[in-house]
């Protein structure tokens, strides 16, 4: 089964997907989710397996109208928002691992496992090599490890196991 890309996380924080179809004549009107009239218009949006009138589409703090939002949508606790005001309103990304700062929401972040990362601060934190896209990192008490200073650290248990 694929997995829709815009169905991951249902249920918690979610971005959403908004699709812009154009009307078929020949099909029958598809009721507006915000308004509950028919959409007579040309074109409607989907979002939230829901079809919506461009204008009804809006964001519930701003009142801007998604559609033209870079079109997706945040939604939570039964909230339609546009990014800036989710990430307002619910945005913390949480404290970088490395250096326990906060992130604020709108700063780019590293993941590895459950930790978030600043980009500046995702490095081995034995060499500080900065990693690419496709090097291979390595956690290990938590710290970010390049390959050569994670397979050094092996080496060294290896030799002198941490037992006294
Ligand atoms: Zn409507
Ligand atoms: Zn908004
Ligand atoms: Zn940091
Ligand atoms: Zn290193």
């Given at each position: 089964q694929i997995l829709h890309p815009s169905k991951q996380g249902m249920g918690r924080n979610v971005l959403i997907s908004i699709q812009m179809l154009s009307v078929q004549p020949d099909t029958k009107p598809k009721g507006c989710a915000g308004c509950n009239r028919k959409i007579k218009d040309r074109y409607l949006l989907k979002a939230l397996d829901k079809y919506w009138h461009e204008d009804c589409l809006?964001?519930?703090?701003?009142?801007?109208?998604?559609?033209?939002?870079?079109s997706t949508l945040y939604t939570k606790a039964n909230l339609i928002l546009c990014r800036r005001d989710y990430l307002r309103l619910f945005?913390?990304?949480?404290?970088?691992?490395?250096?326990s700062k906060l992130i604020p929401a709108f700063e780019m972040v590293m993941r590895a496992k459950d930790n978030v990362y600043h980009l500046d601060c995702?490095?081995?934190?034995?060499?500080?090599q900065r990693f690419c896209v496709g090097d291979k990192f390595f956690l290990k008490n938590n710290m970010i490890l390049c390959q050569t200073d994670y397979e050094e650290g092996l080496m060294k248990e290896g030799y002198a196991p941490q037992v006294r």
């Amino acid at each position: 089964q694929i997995l829709h890309p815009s169905k991951q996380g249902m249920g918690r924080n979610v971005l959403i997907s908004i699709q812009m179809l154009s009307v078929q004549p020949d099909t029958k009107p598809k009721g507006c989710a915000g308004c509950n009239r028919k959409i007579k218009d040309r074109y409607l949006l989907k979002a939230l397996d829901k079809y919506w009138h461009e204008d009804c589409l809006k964001c519930a703090c701003c009142d801007c109208r998604l559609g033209e939002v870079g079109s997706t949508l945040y939604t939570k606790a039964n909230l339609i928002l546009c990014r800036r005001d989710y990430l307002r309103l619910f945005g913390v990304t949480g404290n970088c691992a490395a250096c326990s700062k906060l992130i604020p929401a709108f700063e780019m972040v590293m993941r590895a496992k459950d930790n978030v990362y600043h980009l500046d601060c995702f490095a081995c934190q034995l060499c500080n090599q900065r990693f690419c896209v496709g090097d291979k990192f390595f956690l290990k008490n938590n710290m970010i490890l390049c390959q050569t200073d994670y397979e050094e650290g092996l080496m060294k248990e290896g030799y002198a196991p941490q037992v006294r």
